[in-house]
């Protein structure tokens, strides 16, 4: 079956969050015929849905005499009540794109909620025909005045039903709410306050149904995320939601969090309050709705049958499980098994109820001990960029996102709300906390070489706080917004009189791209690796223009791939909902399908571009200025435990960004980077092993560059064969190298090294012995 032209799964939710006039009545076959008023394809469709399930092989006989052991087949109604939206504000609804389908919300809810029951027909072939009691006012001050109404109607209805036993026949109600205003979204004490009202006040009404309606599985709906969407995509079905004034900035981040949050607050409360510990009742939260993709050109028009098999499918998953996107388009089917017959309650999902309190951050700290000896800067302060020791460097900075803001770094596992908190301090290229031994950073790596380096950020905050100094990255950017943050950045710098702009030497670290990827297959184009190069170029641009004495690393982007074990491991406990909402291009493709063979593919290239625009060396035009490629992320393994799952101690609550452990290591393997030569860095780092920091030597004295890192006379041996005799020769004729062990030369000034590692044009430096670099 498919709906007219241009309807889509999003224009029909809306039509069911429309509010109709007149006073409400309940809907059902046994008041009105409803069949007859519904369109004839409706019903064919219902009749020809392919259902997957055996319920024959279940071998169910008994009903059930608890609602935690509840079997579709012990269904004999199902029902809906709620307040669906807000009305227009104009009062009028013009839609064309509709003019097949009532724009009566009663209508709709009587389509999805006989899909519903055409489901449950299948288990139980005498189940009655649906109940449906949508709301006549969606104002926000008359909503729950509304619900109640409906409330009162619906228990009467059942009540007055001839065909329901109403003491002994099981009720599977729906109850659709919508949170308007939206505050759950907003991170404040004042919108949590909202929040709890809100909670409470709903509370009352599933109290009601409590004490008048025995034998009911009732599920929870909330729909505000509908209603958002249909704003942001102007349908026109629906006024967006009022949004609260929040006293911070609704980031992508927060927002994934909020909700989360939002969710595990109904679960929690719904858990363990009384609704869970009868035998005749039960309700339970359908989160579904959080996770419906807004409807594109492209996609197939839906029918009632997605919203009822969203609701089929969560019922048959347990309690924290119910993460799924679900697919309009494929509409997978989710059956009872064996093991498992019943629709799934708190009780018998064994849900274990969070701690929804406010827990004492933990800062969360991993040091190294530092070992170097030569921790002298150079003789004079270098002229050239290809000279430069780490005792040279004066001020460091970064750009980037969440990752390089230090999001999570410092919450204490288990508390995903603190993930929103930005530990600038704990930051692995940029941040200041403590010192080496007690907090691993590259700042606090090169404080031990020149303890007066300026820039690093430390504590807590956003990038516009002066907590963050010179690090000003931004959480939730993309590589568009690095022009931005490069502009920023040098403003501060110039602005800043504590450092001298022009004579000091400065450390600036460059890392973003994976919230690109994370959204690339959302618009091929847009995050082209051609447009993802074109963004870095320009921000570098800036930088290369406007910034003297300046080592800027150019991380490359992190190999994303590995996210998607955290979030198939259901043994790892991650909050899957967070992850699905933050990275949906990485996680929500098949391991075999095009689209993730292509995210691989476009992983890769962001890469190899970002190498491409290094090595031209467009940013090596002048001696005081260059960028070098640091591609330790280039090939990620995730860490595992000893027993081989996913270490998500590795990772912040959010299971998406770095814990302080990984903030610490990343730091390390950095700087190895910035000493190893140029073509021989290492580009794959494991984080298990903990490494020791790399010091700079007689062969790795300066900060690595194109120039300075010999690659052109330099070379590795790829001889296997490399053990010495079994005993010392008593002939020079059978001699193998691995013998020898003095050398010597004679010789002029060639063989003495003159110049070997002089500059262009420096002559004062001919007369320097690089014995070193001698070939000899």
Same mark, same amino acid.
Request: net charge neutral.
């Given at each position: ?261 939002? %969710? ?157 908190? %930005? ?354």
């Amino acid at each position: 079956m498919e709906l007219p032209p241009g309807v889509s799964l999003m224009g029909l939710l809306l039509l069911l969050l429309l509010v109709g006039q007149g006073p409400s009545k309940i809907h059902s076959a046994s008041i009105e015929n409803k069949l007859t008023q519904q369109p004839q394809e409706v019903l064919q469709a219902l009749k020809n849905f392919a259902f997957p399930c055996k319920p024959k092989k279940l071998g169910l006989s008994k009903p059930s005499k608890s609602v935690h052991s509840l079997t579709p087949s012990d269904i004999k109604l199902v029902a809906a009540i709620g307040n669906l939206g807000t009305p227009p504000a104009s009062g009028k609804v013009t839609v064309k794109k509709t003019q097949s389908i009532k724009n009566e919300p009663q209508h709709v809810c009587m389509e999805a909620m006989t899909a519903l029951s055409d489901i449950i027909r299948h288990f139980n072939p005498s189940v009655l025909m649906p109940t449906c009691s949508p709301g006549k006012s969606g104002a926000a001050h008359n909503m729950v005045e509304d619900l109640w109404m409906q409330a009162k109607q619906l228990v009467r209805h059942l009540k007055e039903n001839p065909q329901l036993d109403f003491k002994k026949d099981w009720k599977l109600i729906t109850v659709f709410f919508s949170n308007t205003s939206q505050c759950h979204l907003c991170p404040s004490t004042q919108q949590k306050r909202h929040l709890i009202r809100s909670m409470e006040k709903m509370c009352e009404i599933l109290d009601y149904l409590h004490q008048e309606v025995p034998k009911a599985f009732v599920n929870l709906v909330d729909l505000s995320e509908v209603l958002a969407m249909s704003h942001q995509h102007q349908t026109g079905l629906s006024p967006a939601p009022e949004l609260c004034n929040c006293s911070e900035e609704t980031t992508k981040l927060s927002k994934a969090v909020m909700q989360w949050s939002y %969710q595990e607050a109904w679960e929690g409360l719904l858990a363990s309050i009384k609704f869970n510990k009868h035998e005749s009742f039960t309700v339970v939260f359908q989160p579904f709705f959080y996770e419906v993709e807004p409807p594109s050109e492209r996609s197939t028009p839906q029918d009632p049958r997605t919203l009822a098999l969203g609701i089929w499918n969560n019922m048959m998953k347990p309690v924290g499980h119910k993460d799924e996107l679900i697919d309009a388009v494929e509409r997978k089917t989710n059956c009872p098994s064996q093991e498992s017959p019943y629709l799934f309650t708190y009780r018998n999902s064994n849900y274990q109820t969070k701690q929804l309190k406010p827990v004492a951050k933990l800062q969360v700290r991993e040091g190294t001990e530092f070992s170097c000896s030569d921790k002298k800067p150079s003789n004079t302060v270098p002229t050239t960029v290809h000279r430069l020791r780490p005792a040279d460097i004066k001020v460091i900075a970064a750009m980037g996102d969440s990752l390089t803001a230090g999001n999570g770094a410092g919450s204490k596992p288990g508390n995903v709300v603190d993930v929103l908190t %930005q530990y600038r301090g704990l930051s692995w290229s940029v941040g200041g906390d403590e010192n080496i031994r007690t907090v691993t950073t590259l700042a606090n790596i090169l404080r031990e070489f020149n303890p007066s380096l300026k820039g690093f950020s430390v504590g807590i905050g956003k990038e516009n706080t002066a907590e963050a100094s010179f690090n000003q990255a931004v959480a939730g950017a993309k590589a568009e917004g690095l022009v931005t943050q490069a502009q920023r950045l040098v403003s501060l710098m110039k602005a800043d009189p504590t450092i001298n702009f022009q004579e000091d030497w400065k450390i600036i670290t460059v890392f973003i791209g994976g919230n690109d990827l994370c959204a690339s297959c959302n618009d091929l184009v847009h995050y082209s690796p051609q447009n993802f190069t074109d963004n870095i170029r320009k921000a570098l641009d800036i930088l290369h223009a406007e910034v003297p004495r300046a080592f800027v690393n150019m991380v490359e982007v992190i190999e994303i791939i590995g996210l998607r074990e955290l979030y198939k491991e259901t043994q790892v406990n991650c909050p899957r909902l967070i992850l699905r909402n933050l990275c949906p291009c990485v996680l929500k493709f098949e391991d075999d399908s095009a689209e993730f063979a292509a995210l691989v593919e476009r992983n890769r290239e962001y890469q190899k571009r970002t190498e491409e625009l290094i090595n031209s060396r467009r940013y090596d035009t002048r001696d005081d200025f260059t960028v070098v490629l640091q591609p330790f992320f280039e090939n990620v393994a995730v860490p595992r435990t000893p027993e081989g799952l996913p270490d998500n101690s590795f990772f912040a609550p959010d299971c998406f960004h770095f814990s302080g452990k990984t903030h610490a290591r990343s730091a390390v393997a950095l700087w190895r980077n910035m000493l190893e030569p140029v073509g021989h860095k290492t580009r794959q780092y494991d984080f298990e092993n903990k490494i020791p920091i790399l010091c700079p030597n007689q062969t790795l004295q300066f900060l690595s560059t194109y120039k300075n890192s010999n690659q052109d006379y330099g070379t590795w041996t790829l001889c296997k064969d490399r053990a010495p005799s079994a005993s010392p020769p008593t002939s020079v004729h059978a001699l193998r190298p691995a013998d020898i062990k003095v050398v010597a030369a004679l010789g002029d000034s060639l063989t003495a090294g003159n110049g070997i590692g002089s500059q262009e044009g420096d002559l004062s430096d001919i007369s320097t012995q690089y014995r070193g670099l001698s070939y000899g």
